[in-house]
Structures are given as structure tokens and as C-alpha cells.
């Protein structure tokens, strides 16, 4: 493997790090603003561009797999897909999002594990 080869891999991972991280304070906010019983301009502005960002990401699924050994895209997609889909004037299951922070919190313990070396 050479230098460029890990060097890009290095790269892709931190900007997947960066996305999940994001995701982990975006996809909470989401339904917060989702379930709000009424929102100002700068919270539908929020909710609007936090649903453009998700509608329009191009991670494939299988880049976290092989990336970090972790379905995590998969359940990003999959919380978003929820949260949108599901009928505002009830309360949406939350296992997909709560599915999504228990393996963002197992990554971030790995990740810990790794910086500190």
C-alpha cells in the first residue's frame, strides 16, 4: 500500500468521522423541530436545510462498512428516512435514531481507543 493509497484512506475516514459526528447532533435536532408545535423562520430554515443535506448526501451505504466496520450509514439513512416518512401529529418510534446513537457512542469509544494511541 502505498503513502497516497493511506493517505486517502485517512482522509475518507475523517470526513466520514466528521459526517457521523454531524449526524449525531443533526438527526436529535430533526425531531425536535419535527415534533415543535410551532417553529419561528430560523427553525423551518433549519429544518429545511438539515433535510436538503440529507436528501442530497452521497455516501453509499457500504462506505462505512468497509471504512470502520460499521453499518453506521445504513442507520443514518434509515433514521432520516423515519424521521421524514413518519405522520407528524404522532410520535415517531424512535428505535432507528436510538439505533443509530448506541453505534455513533460504540464508535466514538473505538475512535477514543484510537487517538489515545
Do not use: G
Amino acid at each position: 500500500m502505498t503513502t497516497k493509497h493511506i493517505q486517502k484512506l485517512n482522509e475518507a475516514v475523517y470526513i466520514l468521522r466528521n459526517f457521523i459526528e454531524l449526524s449525531a447532533q443533526l438527526l436529535p435536532f430533526l425531531v425536535e423541530l419535527k415534533y415543535a408545535k410551532t417553529l419561528t423562520e430560523e427553525d423551518q430554515v433549519d429544518k429545511e436545510n438539515i433535510i436538503d443535506l440529507y436528501k442530497n448526501y452521497a455516501f453509499e451505504d457500504e462506505t462505512s462498512i468497509q471504512l470502520m466496520d460499521s453499518p453506521i450509514l445504513s442507520l443514518i439513512h434509515d433514521s432520516f428516512e423515519t424521521i421524514i416518512k413518519e405522520d407528524s401529529k404522532k410520535r415517531i418510534s424512535l428505535s432507528k435514531v436510538k439505533k443509530f446513537m448506541r453505534e455513533h457512542d460504540r464508535l466514538q469509544d473505538n475512535w477514543a481507543i484510537i487517538d489515545a494511541n
